[in-house]
């Protein structure tokens, strides 16, 4: 077994653990389950990534809910030569069979899925073939039907534990409640000896900041003209995305705007712009973040309330992983308490609707009643919306619902980037002919710019490839169909479009069962949490961070003293002390204008009107020796 701090020196090429990675780390090769709770920015990934590499053989197999995610990670091991391989729904049966290949032939260290690939039986029939040394499970919280983002095929977990019985579990969030936490660890059925580890979710360097604001644009216009670095302002609305980025480049503030609507290649594009450095601010729906470790983010701006203190504690939390100082400011204006409450009701429409809405879903799709099952479609959420005449968000919070009961599930991230694989040997490519001039080139400049493409698909960009070549885009897209054609390599062009996954099939509408867990009881649940929020917010009598620790279930949280409330209350303080010491001042140039003595009304009369902050500054004139009482007269002390 290889030793842990050579690996991270390594492949990392750090010489030390942060806080609890080591002990995480040591738990799980000493097989034990584990949970551990690490706030953003923690270095989770670490937990489970070095222990892997520990091993001689085996693969550790990962459970991550975005397919976003997924591919970055993979993408990133790959940068640091580590094997690895992913399965979701969005793939084609080429890539399936040859992650499969790649896998059973032992050169992967890593299988990353999503959790609805367990539906899948003839994936978990051949998982017994491969030899896994540790199950992670990333996002925990998506276990527990009093999560936040509750994903019901996370309960399939199980079947892996049955499948490989004694391979230890670890479990990974940077946000829980202790219902969840527990909840997390009933689900995935522990063993009685399994470890928690909690790192404290206090971040030292960010300042929570509350501002009320009836004008909220001007607002962050405000904020980012008075601070500096990297900012982040989060909105729930995609077309106000584009408005409050639009307002903040006439105010001459670079700035980009990015939601899951975009393409995917404009999104990668302002995604690297605003990471390099290249615009300073960027709007964004809560798709943006997950995944993106930028270390400089000096201010996250909330525009509108999060549904919870878990959503914003890890969007907040972007902020500052640098460990400067840094803020996290959120807006809160009076309607917002309003509009908080009203979206509970919009998030739990009737029954009847969510099931309309999944009869047209398969009716539009062309799933008939009993088919389906196993099954990806393209779905595009804009024309379904026109065609049946319905409010898109009504329509993404059934979609959420039937997801939540298993009958379907929306990917909005689908894998749209553009990607080939060399399908002939390198012997063919010297005898090919009557290729066009465009196909040569673009395959001679792909085959010299990209490496790896005989044995897997590679992600490329058509535009750089264009911008290389001096040719149109169009004239590119056409050579790689071309090059498709003749059976060179297999081209699969990027798709903007989001799917649908049916992991059973279709069902009778009148025998659609949408629970009371999914229901009634994951609408009190949501409840409670918009209540917190709210209290957090708009309560401004305690800290702001005690408060979230609190939540959090960290024991006697102490005030933070850098929150805008400690710091109101710091001020305050220094207030009073001023006035005490100005009444003080006051009432001795009173005596020293009155050596024979005064009685206390006539110096009450003179000093007042605050007549107990006056017999205070008495008070303290006599304990200190300046002035002493006899007889209900104050006079100077005999010194002075």
Known sequence: MNDIHQILKKYWGYSSFRPLQEDIINSVLEGHDTLGLMPTGGGKSITFQVPALTFESGVTI?????????????????????????????????????AWETLVNGKAKF?????????????????RQINIRLIVVDEAHCISQWGYDFRPSYLDIKKLRSLKPG????????????????????????????????????????????????????????????????????????????????????????????????????????????????????????????????????VVIHYDIPPSLEEYYQEAGRAGRDGLPSFAVLLASKSDKVVMHRRITESFPERNVIRKTYERVCNFLH???????????????????????????????????LSQAGYLHFIEDPDSRSRVKMVCTREDL????????????VLAMTLRKYTGLFSDYIYIKETEIATGLNMLEKDTYEAFLELSHHKIMSYIPHSGLPMIYFPTSREETDYLLIGKDIYEKRKESMSARVEAMLDYT????????????????????????KCDVCRDRKKQSKSETADAATIVQRVWNYMQMHPSGATIAAIEN????????????????????????????YRLASSF
């Open 167 to 298: 391979v230890p579990v670890l479990a990974l969030t940077a946000t829980a409640t202790p219902a969840v936490a527990q909840d997390i660890t009933n689900q995935l059925q522990f063993d009685n000896g399994y470890r928690v580890f909690k790192k404290s979710f206090v971040r030292d360097n960010i300042s929570y900041i509350v501002r009320s604001s009836e004008a909220k644009i001007h607002d962050v216009l405000h904020i980012l003209s008075r601070t500096s670095g990297s900012a982040i302002v989060y909105v729930r609305s995609r077309k106000r995305c584009r408005e409050i980025s639009e307002f903040l480049l006439s105010a001459d503030i670079p700035s980009t705007f990015y939601h899951a609507g975009l393409d995917f290649r404009i999104k990668e594009e302002r995604q690297n712009s605003w990471q390099t450095g290249a615009v300073r601010v960027i709007v964004a729906t809560n798709a943006f973040g997950m995944g993106i470790d930028k270390p400089d983010v000096r």
């Open 538 to 561: 708009f309560s401004g009598r305690k800290c702001r961070v005690e408060r979230m620790l609190r939540y959090f279930g960290e024991e006697d949280p102490k005030d933070c003293l």
């Open 430 to 441: 010297y005898d090919i002919h009557d290729l066009s001039m465009h196909a040569e080139k």
């Open 367 to 401: 799933v008939s009643i009993g088919e389906g099952f196993d099954t990806v479609k393209e779905f595009n959420i804009e024309k379904f919306c026109r065609v049946f005449e319905l409010q898109e968000r009504q329509v993404r919070v059934s979609l959420r619902l």
């Open 62 to 98: 990962v459970v991550t809910p975005l397919i976003s995610l997924m591919k970055d990670q993979v993408d990133n091991l790959k940068k640091r030569r580590i094997k690895a391989v992913y399965f979701h729904a969005g793939m084609t049966i080429k890539e399936i069979r040859i």
């Open 606 to 633: 003179q000093c007042g009107p605050d007549t107990a902050a006056v017999a205070a500054a008495l008070g303290f004139l006599c304990n200190e020796g300046y002035l002493n009482c006899s007889n209900n007269i």
């Open 111 to 127: 299988i990353y899925i999503a959790p609805e690939r367990l539906h899948n039986d003839r994936f978990m029939l051949e998982m």
